[in-house]
């Protein structure tokens, strides 16, 4: 396998049938020693978090693809935390999307002062950032895609269809066991000028709470794989 990319909680690798295969590792975004899904550096790391992680994305990417969303998902190694994957060429030089259920986070952070902490988001609120930690993933529109030459307008209102679908069913399956989803992470690509979901559904990306308390992503995964 030859290394063609080393990401923040995964190392990618091209495979001879031309696939791509992830590696999962134990790090994960926040700040201070303390998770947070919405930061843009590593903060922390985490033992087992790297398997976790994968765990969680096969029983999302499997759910998905049995309600008929297409991803890149092919199949996993547990013990070896690898995910084979179909490849996906990103939007621009990476491109995250975030569907926000409830205000939190960095969402607060730039619009506090018109909403407070924990404030339901009805329907759902669907935002992009570049993933470039130097200007810290700065925001970036719809039109700001197309005018960029990133994506179409088309392919946003594609991916944005996908992301609002995509967060519930991962919302619905997570209220099933008493958890609740305040906003979660994604990545897409294209694959034959089709926009679909890249990446990984992981705990470590997505803020989700029990009886008020937001829960650590270990302890989601086992809620999850647990049930």
Request: charged share 30%.
């Amino acid at each position: 396998m030859k290394k063609i990319y080393e990401g923040k909680t995964k190392d990618v690798y091209s495979l001879d049938n031309g696939n791509v295969m992830l590696k999962f590792k134990d790090d994960c975004t926040g700040k201070d020693g303390v998770f947070d899904p919405g930061e843009n550096t590593v903060g922390l790391t985490i033992e087992g978090i790297g398997k976790a992680n994968l765990q969680t994305s096969v029983y999302y990417f499997e759910l998905l693809k049995a309600a008929g969303i297409k991803t890149h998902y092919v199949s996993a190694n547990v013990d070896d935390a690898t995910m084979e994957v179909l490849p996906g060429k990103v939007f621009g030089h990476g491109l995250e999307v975030i569907c926000r259920l409830v205000a939190t986070g960095s969402f607060i952070r730039r619009y506090g002062e018109y909403i407070e902490d924990g404030t339901p988001l009805e329907g759902g609120y669907v935002e992009c950032t570049f993933k470039n930690d130097a200007k810290g993933d700065p925001l970036v529109t719809s039109e700001g895609l197309a005018a960029l030459g990133v994506m179409s307008e088309e392919m946003f209102a594609s991916m944005k269809e996908q992301t609002l679908k995509i967060t519930k069913i991962v919302a619905d399956d997570l209220k099933s066991i008493g958890l609740d989803l305040w906003d979660i992470k994604f990545e897409f690509g294209y694959n034959n000028d089709e926009v679909i979901l890249i990446d990984e559904i992981a705990s470590g990306n997505m803020r989700v709470y029990k009886d008020g308390k937001i829960v650590d992503p270990v302890d989601l995964t086992k809620y999850i794989l647990n049930r």
